[in-house]
């Protein structure tokens, strides 16, 4: 449903990142932040509402290795770091008015302060995805909810983080 202005009714226009801020925050998120590098997060989309990335399996990865399966503690910090960046996302669709530079230097102090990882089904598979999504964005806290997915689209664990915005 499209979002509508409160006070005239109009449809609201969708918030587009330019290539310069998607860029900069996908280098953030894949390259500067060492341990998602270590993990295998990709970036695949990312929007102020939301963002979508990928994990594929590897060796290094597996926490039982009778069944390949997907240690829980690649599970639980993959969706931290999916909650932290919809934060950084919600916070550059807040601040449009910012040059992407400016925006992409509010993202130096958020932290996570709460997280609750679910975990539904075992991570067993080759390809990973993961989204998340920000509920409620104040001015020092946002809350997020996250999804974990097999290739198959199956959810396998869910999560909700809180993260400290100062």
Do not use: C, W
């Not at 807040?94 to 992407?100: L, S, T, W, Y």
């Not at 989204?131 to 996250?146: D, K, P, Q, W, Y």
């Amino acid at each position: 449903m499209p979002k509508t202005s409160q006070t005239t009714g109009a449809t609201a226009q969708p918030i587009v990142f330019e290539p310069e801020f998607i860029a900069g925050l996908t280098h953030i998120f894949e390259e500067l932040i060492v341990f998602n590098r270590v993990l295998g997060l990709k970036i695949a989309s990312i929007t102020p509402e939301r963002v979508v990335a990928h994990i594929d399996m590897k060796p290094e990865l597996v926490g039982h290795f009778s069944f390949n399966r997907l240690h829980g503690g690649v599970i639980s910090a993959g969706l931290d770091a999916m909650g932290g960046i919809a934060v950084m996302a919600a916070i550059g669709g807040r601040h449009m008015d910012e040059p992407p530079l400016q925006r992409l230097h509010r993202f130096s102090k958020l932290g996570t302060i709460d997280l609750r990882i679910d975990y539904l089904r075992p991570g067993i598979g080759e390809r990973f995805e993961l989204r998340a999504e920000v509920l409620r964005l104040g001015s020092r806290v946002g809350s997020t909810r996250m999804e974990f997915l097999g290739a198959d689209g199956k959810l396998l664990s869910t999560g909700a983080g809180a993260y400290i915005m100062s």
